[in-house]
């Protein structure tokens, strides 16, 4: 773990937002190469990290780390893993650096590999989705979770292709479909495999389901860090930090308006917090992250589920 590849974004600022103290008991929620983790533990806190990929809970127990305990389970159950409530808990949202190097691991078009993208590295493959799908599903998903104005074009010319089994192939398929420049700045399958990927991991929906179990798992004064990566993760932490802590208008879409006398249940720290010039300098990765810090206060913990 002290060689770990992956630079922790805005490492800083959610320590400071965590506050960690001797004898508090931590979550981190995406442990990924443990950067938060050494750090809430060099402050004296114990750490129950959980990781959905196999490869990074290998790595955490081959370590041996004092204070540590490692689960290996989507963070959207945390709570039932641990028995007591928690005084913190931080979530670093998305695809880690690691899993993007390994071109075996088929996150990313910059080396081939199988069209693969698990982060559990169960279920269903990128390629059982897209060899399998209807066409319409397809789109959906591109554009839903990708932001691609042409996902119906890219989603006709995947199906045109199949059986796809490379991340190459796909790349290749989504730049003939959308007339991809070499002058180009952004790749245009850039959009395709983050829409792929977030479907296939059902990311948006595990950070939905584990907001609200780390709302159940706070106790009172606790506190919450979750860093984004991109505006649709952004948008669902700032909606749930803003219903909750009293801000949603009442009867909101979002929201039933059973909801509107529910006493908040998290106090907002803050404003977004993002990465300045000299982390910036030191790791690209940080341009595109977003900090968001709440409390927990002592009221109930909200019933209603929010929607993706």
Do not use: C
Not at 144 to 154: F, I, L
Not at 201 to 212: S, T
Not at 223 to 244: C, M, Y
């Amino acid at each position: 773990m002290s060689d770990a590849p992956h630079v922790p974004v805005l490492l800083d600022e959610v320590i400071a937002a965590l506050a960690p103290a001797p004898g508090e008991t931590m979550v981190d929620a995406t442990f990924g190469a443990g950067g938060y983790t050494r750090a809430l533990l060099a402050r004296g806190a114990s750490v129950i990290a959980f990781d959905r990929d196999p490869d990074a809970i290998t790595a955490g127990r081959a370590a041996a780390i004092d204070g540590l305990t490692l689960v290996h389970a989507d963070f959207s159950t945390m709570e039932r893993a641990i028995a007591a409530p928690v005084d913190g808990v931080t979530m670093d949202i998305g695809v880690s650096s690691m899993q993007l190097d390994q071109a075996g691991r088929g996150f990313s078009f910059q080396a081939d590999g199988p069209l693969d993208m698990r982060m559990s590295q169960d279920g269903m493959s990128a390629a059982d989705f897209l060899n399998t799908a209807e066409e319409e599903a397809i789109a959906d998903v591109i554009y839903r979770y990708g932001d691609e104005p042409k996902s119906r074009r890219v989603a006709r010319a995947i199906v045109a292709a199949r059986p796809l089994s490379r991340t190459a192939e796909l790349a290749a398929v989504v730049r003939r479909a959308l007339g991809h420049k070499p002058h180009d700045k952004k790749d245009p399958a850039t959009r395709t495999f983050q829409a792929i990927r977030i479907h296939v991991n059902r990311e948006l929906h595990e950070l939905v389901e584990g907001l609200a179990a780390a709302e159940r798992l706070l106790k009172p004064g606790g506190r919450l860090a979750v860093v984004t990566f991109h505006s649709l993760e952004d948008r669902l932490v700032k909606r749930f930090l803003r219903d909750r802590s009293g801000g949603a208008p009442a009867g909101s879409r979002h929201l039933p308006q059973a909801a509107a006398g529910a006493a908040p249940s998290f106090e907002a720290v803050g404003r977004a917090v993002r990465a300045g010039d000299e982390e910036l300098a030191r790791n690209p990765r940080a341009r595109s992250a977003t900090l968001r810090i709440a409390r927990r206060t002592a009221a109930p913990a909200w019933n209603e589920e929010m929607s993706v």
